[in-house]
């Protein structure tokens, strides 16, 4: 939960003038929406150059999937080679040289919330390149820590108050995720569940403001469109009873999968071993490219396709698998990128597997129902922010009304697996990787 903190004074908000306070959350929203876009920009251009799909046409009709699978094997090994070089000597270089990093949860956490600029912004950048390069991790912290390094320093230049500046730091990294991906409430309800921990009034309002503005600036560069196309189903008895049985099995794997990336983090080497564990890293995942392009990117590619009804049993249990294990492996090697989006993809694959299952012993459902529910219960599960969950799954999909039933059952499910494996295991149960 957040530092308590003494009730603001009538017409001030936790000690600062209100119009002090007001054009500081402004300016954060402003900054979060032309990061969020800068950055979006610049991954779609790394992406479109490495594998040579639409150059000079960033928002065609090809998605990246697409891109991938149209380019040469040669060509993929040779991007994932690249990356390999970049994200090694990118991250030896900042740890070498550089101030140490320090994280959005710690900057929230910390009496000091200042990030340094330098080391952050190349820090995200690198993040940004090696995804657009291929790297398997995804792309949304980026963003947020862009966003929060600079709204940090909004907040210092401004006077705010300790406990002032700790929210903007907070909503500046709601708003980062906000502005990339058009999610503005579940932008807002990351800022409040998963970083700050509370509902406070004093919260609640910059967290919705800022992640409005950064959605609706980034609109400019990359428009008012969401993340994945649902088809328009209608739920039934029998998802509804899937989703409740699925829900314990999502949180278990989502459990483990979550201690799995962050012993992978805590062994990854800070010294000159990150060049060539990283070249042979990515040089592998170039090689897996060829017959499993779908592994390339953050994953936003196999889960369109799930919700498409176009992936088998057996692909998506072949991309769990191989997903899961280039994750870990990226991260162990020394690599940065966020959980989000391979979160969901792990969670959209297990449940067209499980939906190959259940299929077979009642009436046939398509495996797109089962594979956003999954998406969303493993995403709840895996980073322990179940309202936001829900939420960015219906900013994402726009799905209809409807699948709020099945999708709140098995969040229900494996949030409530995932901490209760937590606590077997002795672990505090943390939020927003």
């Not at 998963?194 to 309002?205: D, E, G, K, P």
Request: charged share 10%; glycine share 14%.
């Amino acid at each position: 939960m957040g530092k308590p903190t003494s009730p603001p004074r009538a017409g001030q908000a936790s000690g600062s003038p209100l119009h002090r306070l007001g054009g500081v959350v402004v300016l954060t929203g402003l900054v979060a929406g032309v990061g969020g876009m800068g950055l979006a920009l610049l991954l779609h251009a790394v992406q479109h150059l490495a594998f040579g799909y639409e150059i000079g046409h960033w928002h065609g009709t090809v998605s990246f999937l697409q891109g991938v699978a149209g380019a040469s094997p040669e060509r993929r090994v040779l991007a994932l080679g690249v990356c390999g070089l970049v994200a090694g000597l990118g991250w030896w270089g900042l740890r070498r040289y550089c101030r140490p990093l320090v994280s959005i949860a710690q900057a929230v956490a910390a009496d000091d919330h200042r990030m340094p600029v330098f080391a952050t912004t190349a820090h995200t950048l690198l993040q940004i390149v090696t995804v657009g390069l291929g790297s398997p991790l995804g792309r949304e912290v980026a963003p947020r820590e862009f966003a929060a390094v600079y709204a940090g320093r909004l907040a210092g230049l401004a006077g705010l108050t300790g406990e002032e500046t700790r929210v903007i730091v907070a909503c500046a990294a709601g708003a980062g995720l906000a502005a990339v991906y058009n999610v503005p409430v579940g932008g807002a309800l990351f800022t409040l569940e998963a970083l700050l921990c509370t509902y406070r009034f004093s919260a609640v309002i910059p967290a919705l403001a800022t992640a409005g503005i950064a959605s609706m600036v980034a609109w400019l560069g990359l428009g008012d469109v969401w993340q994945y196309q649902f088809p328009p189903l209608a739920i039934s008895a029998s998802l509804v009873g899937w989703s409740v049985a699925a829900g314990p099995l999502l949180g278990a794997v989502a459990f483990g999968f979550s201690r799995a990336a962050a012993a992978a983090r805590e062994s990854a080497p800070r010294d000159r071993r990150l060049i060539p564990l990283c070249l042979v890293n990515f040089l592998g995942l170039g090689l897996l490219s060829i017959p499993f392009p779908e592994l390339l990117g953050n994953g936003r590619g196999p889960i369109q396709l799930s919700l498409e009804n176009e992936l088998g049993t057996g692909l998506a249990a072949a991309l769990f698998a191989l997903k899961l294990g280039v994750v870990v492996a990226s991260l162990r090697a020394g690599a940065a990128g966020g959980l989000l989006t391979p979160g969901m993809t792990l969670g959209a694959m297990l449940a067209t597997v499980t939906a190959g299952a259940w299929n077979a012993v009642f009436p046939p459902l398509a495996p797109a129902a089962f594979a956003i529910i999954g998406a969303g219960a493993f995403l709840a599960a895996s980073m322990r922010m179940p309202l936001a969950a829900i939420v960015l799954t219906f900013e994402f999909t726009r799905f209809d009304h409807d699948f709020f039933y099945p999708l709140v059952f098995a969040v229900v499910g494996a949030y409530g697996t995932c901490v209760w494996l937590s606590g077997r295991a002795g672990q505090p149960v943390p939020a927003g990787h």
